[in-house]
């Protein structure tokens, strides 16, 4: 008994290190677990308040960037407003004329970024609204310059939002153009990446990129960004589209969350056909 | 015990320090990790064992204060204070502390940490693994290095005075 209690202090630093290895990778493969998520939504709602706390103390050097970007915005918005004003008009007309219903904009929900973490491949931010205010995983985050990225985890007074520049980020989306369907997936820089989008397809940089009518999380025709690269690689049946995303994250002050609830039929249906092929 | 809630609440500044205020030092989204330099320390100063468990508890309480996979910087970080570990020597912390050898054990740990957060990280992405260690792991690690710099020379100055 006292060889082993021997052995055991002899090789502790091994055996804790073992344990600690073993618990860790019992954490990370219950990440879907509720005590987890319950702890992780307590921990999101205590960083939330310290970051909200901190967020009252000004960043002069950002506010005179986000004046001098919001004057800009302000001069290009007074214009698409005029030019809006006009397609509205006409689109009025054109719709009592096919008799087509008004469709009904989303509701939204607007949120302060109170925190930012810009982890390279793990870029969130942390939102002033959480489940009191209805917000729920999976629900879209927008700006007024287009889509930002979805909610990810909530507890009742905060919430992350994943931005579009993360590596589990995925959105359907379409070329507004010409209507070509593909994937967005974010190429570890600045910019995102159409996927999915064969050689024989016609793309030219400027093309502006929308989301589609194929997401179950997005709503259609936000803008995602403007094509500003197009190659081929031999031996790829693919084309490569680089996407200058619309929205400047490093400048997000505020956003919109989406509250839409997901169609649970349709996605149901469509997991239940992914399980009959596996 | 009064250790023991001083590295608690060192590591809860770290933390609010590594998670809000380093990006302002960021060079081309590139970020030193202040963790893995305070693992290293701990590491000197008290040893495998203890490097090993407060690696852990730092990984831990930083993926759950960033919203991230729980676990993922917990194991990192505990291989990272393990890693540390193997330089401790008795009653040799200060020499190591204010050598290039702490610098070292920063590279090492720091190395070892981002290859193992990758190679989770990016598993069933199509982020290739190589690339993304070599240009966000590696780049953070010399970062992380020459940051410590600035603490082994503090470290330097500091005994210094103490011995005179």
New interface residues.
Partial sequence: MQRFVNIILWFKEYLVFALLLIFSLILLNSNDNVQIKAIRSYTIGMIGSIQNALAIIPNIFEIKRENETLRQLNVNLSDEVNRLREARLENIRLRSMLGLKDKSDFKLLTADIIGKNLHLLNNTITLNVGENNGVRNNMPIISEMGLVGKIIATSKHYSIGQLMLSKDFRASAKIQRNRIDGIIVWNKGSNVELKNIVKTQEVRIGDVVLTSEYSSIFPPNIKIGTVYNVSEQPGSLFKQIEVTPSVDFTMLEQVFIVIAVQDTERVNLEKKLVRQKK | MMKHIKYLFLTFIFI?IQ??II?LISLE??TPDILIIWIAYIAVKNG??YA??WG?II??IFD?????????S??SK??AG?TA?YFFRDNKSVILLTSYRFLIIVLISSLISNTIY?L???RG???DLL??IF??GFTTSIYTTAFSILLMFSFSRRYSKLHV
């Fill in positions: 609010f998670s809000q990006q989204g590139i495998q064992l090993t468990v852990f990984g831990l759950l204060s960033i919203g991230s996979f729980i676990g993922i917990a194991l505990t291989v393990f570990g990758f989770i990280f990016t992405s199509e982020i690339h993304v240009l966000i």
